[in-house]
């Protein structure tokens, strides 16, 4: 798959850094597109910044979707009108974002994104107002509005580049990104170096359209990314983390995992992960990827998916580790594997910032493998009540399919829940001296008379 994915075919009609001035004009009869297959309110929109004088098209992403016989999720709109004159023309819009200037057309929840014409940034412009990079290269704001044809050639990747108008019903495509759409080949447009350079997120939006569309990714736009995989440190994690959803919870996770390994672009998102893989690679690329697997399923099943348990999945191998350095320095097991999870979730959100509404889950999914082994008098049916029974145990399930020994506990939950009252007090009094361990490292037995007083202060 990954073979498939990394394509050397190139076109002949054009060098790597052919820029076109003119745009090869696809009329109607000569596509599949349809003004009506498009958002009625982008397709307004677009009428009525024409009639103002401005040109306006619908763009990017929209566009491939429906080349591809794909439902668009977005409809974004490019024009010649600055954000202020757009707000001018529609009462319901909103200016937004201050690295790149966007409008925001509000139709109740429906949302559809205008953006001003982009031109390329002057090399040695940096103390512009409306442009600005930093030492690497890297665009840290992007303001600089030009012509139709300086937004073509500044898009990144060549199928992103088309330009539908619903009144002339036209494609105007400056790329060659038709022709690259039908041969299924991610592009990058300019030189794929400084590309990377001026916003490195785009490695990862390479690898997200590969795995989504089932593209390959043309020589010289993947050939760069393995040397300059580490600037996505450089990224605000705020930005990554948008971008780490995108990623995973696009339907296609299992192989852009596997892309992003291969890449080397796993380490700078998720350091600790990255290191469990090579310390215990079976293991780990099996957790992580049967949990992305099942991440894949529910999403084409329609089914919700919470990034908590994701990123639990995905830290998860670093944790037994970091628990077992903790004991070695004379903390009990308990307390260091709360320790360690911890700092791992500390130092992952120096890299992506994952919001505290995810955070507390992730340690509360974590903390729910402690105390699935501890089943004796009424804490079975106690966590049975607990919000986070059921991400506890699928999470234990996880981890049973790649390989961890747990004595059949995933087993006993499975039938527990399923039994009658009468039943389950059975299974309880079965359980005998049995009732002990836990996720991470295993943990030092209790004397008789210690655990007798902890079964007799639960039942209480």
């Avoid at 014409?117 to 002057?122: K, T």
């Avoid at 390959?216 to 760069?224: A, N, R």
């Avoid at 079965?430 to 655990?451: F, I, T």
Wanted: include cysteine; glycine fraction near 6%; charged fraction near 30%.
């Amino acid at each position: 798959m990954l073979k498939k994915l990394f394509q050397s075919f190139r076109p002949p009609v054009r060098g790597p850094h052919h820029k076109r001035t003119t745009p090869e004009v696809i009329n109607s009869g000569q596509h599949s597109l349809q003004r009506g297959q498009f958002s009625r309110h982008a397709v307004g929109i677009v009428e009525r910044l024409q009639n103002a004088g401005y040109q306006a098209y619908l763009v990017g992403g929209c566009v491939r979707d429906q080349l591809l016989g794909i439902t668009p999720k977005d409809f974004d709109v490019a024009t010649s009108a600055t954000p202020e004159q757009v707000r001018a023309e529609f009462r319901n819009a909103r200016i937004i974002g201050r690295r790149f200037k966007l409008v925001h057309i509000h139709f109740g929840r429906d949302i559809i994104e205008v953006a001003t014409f982009r031109a390329n940034h002057s090399e040695t412009e940096e103390d512009s107002h409306t442009s600005s990079r930093n030492e690497s290269g890297r665009i840290l704001r992007d303001n600089v509005y030009g012509t139709l044809e300086e937004d073509a050639q500044r898009r990144d990747f060549t199928i992103n580049a088309l330009y539908y108008d619903p009144v002339s019903e036209r494609i105007l495509d400056y790329a060659n990104g038709v022709h690259d759409i039908r041969n299924r080949l991610i592009r990058l447009i300019g030189d794929p170096t400084q590309r990377y350079q001026e916003d490195p997120v785009r490695m990862l939006r390479a690898v997200r359209f590969a795995a989504k569309l089932n593209f390959g990714i043309e020589k010289h736009t993947v050939q760069p990314i393995r040397e300059l995989a580490s600037m996505l440190r450089e990224i605000p994690s705020a930005r990554l983390f948008e971008e780490t959803l995108k990623l995973f919870l696009s339907g296609h996770a299992a192989i852009t995992f596997e892309m992003l390994v291969d890449l080397q672009l796993f380490e700078p998102l998720f350091p600790a992960s990255s290191e469990a893989l090579e310390d215990n690679p079976t293991y780990t690329h099996t957790l992580i990827s049967q949990a992305l697997i099942n991440t894949d399923l529910r999403i084409k099943q329609g089914k919700p998916v919470t990034p908590a348990f994701l990123f639990a999945a995905l830290l998860w191998p670093a944790l037994p580790l970091r628990a077992l350095r903790l004991q070695s320095r004379g903390m009990p097991p308990i307390p260091a594997v709360q320790e360690a999870a911890h700092e791992l979730i500390a130092e992952q959100c120096q890299r992506i910032a994952i919001p505290k509404r995810f955070t507390i889950p992730i340690r509360e999914i974590w903390d729910m493998q402690e105390r699935l082994p501890r089943r004796s008098g009424k804490r079975a049916d106690q966590l049975l009540d607990n919000p986070r029974f059921r991400a506890g145990y699928d999470f234990l399930l996880l981890r049973e399919s790649a390989g961890e020994e747990t004595e059949g506990l995933g087993q006993w939950w499975t039938d527990y829940q399923d039994c009658n009252d009468s039943q389950r007090r059975d299974m309880i009094r079965e359980l005998g001296g049995r009732d002990e361990g836990g996720a991470g490292p295993r943990k030092r037995k209790r004397s008789p008379n210690k655990r007798k007083r902890a079964d007799n202060a639960a039942d209480e």
